[in-house]
């Protein structure tokens, strides 16, 4: 059965910075096809997409992040070890929230943010 299990999260101040990781287990295929997406639900608010990563016809990886992220996250994957990254610098309290991973239709569990003083 396919699984993803988000961790890395916590409390941090303003500025600061976080990393995430999703380790990914169960996929029917090879881990390196499945485009991986973070996603975020800050409080009161609707998920959200953070950051995408996907190969791309080339053979690297292709990243996308949303305008409010662009700059200060970096998504980034190991096929060999089945993980996602997401490296959260400069973080702000809007960044708080709850991260998931997901792929497919599949989601993980959340790993929550808290930036505060």
């Known amino acids: 059965q396919a699984q993803l299990v988000e961790s890395g999260g916590g409390w941090v101040q303003p500025g600061g910075t976080l990393n995430l990781s999703c380790v990914a287990s169960?996929?029917?295929?090879?881990?390196?096809?499945?485009?991986m997406y973070w996603f975020r639900q800050r409080p009161g608010m609707a998920r959200e997409l953070v950051a995408g990563?996907?190969?791309?016809?080339?053979?690297?990886?292709?990243?996308d992040y949303a305008d409010s992220v662009r700059g200060r996250f970096t998504i980034s994957r190991d096929d060999a070890k089945k993980v996602v990254y997401l490296q959260m610098g400069d973080l702000k309290p809007e960044d708080t929230g709850v991260y998931y991973c997901?792929?497919?239709?599949?989601w993980g569990q959340g790993t929550q943010v808290l930036v505060a003083s």
């Open positions: 990563i996907r190969r791309s016809t080339v053979g690297n990886s292709r990243t």
């Open positions: 169960g996929f029917s295929l090879n881990f390196e096809n499945y485009p």
């Open positions: 997901r792929a497919t239709q599949l």
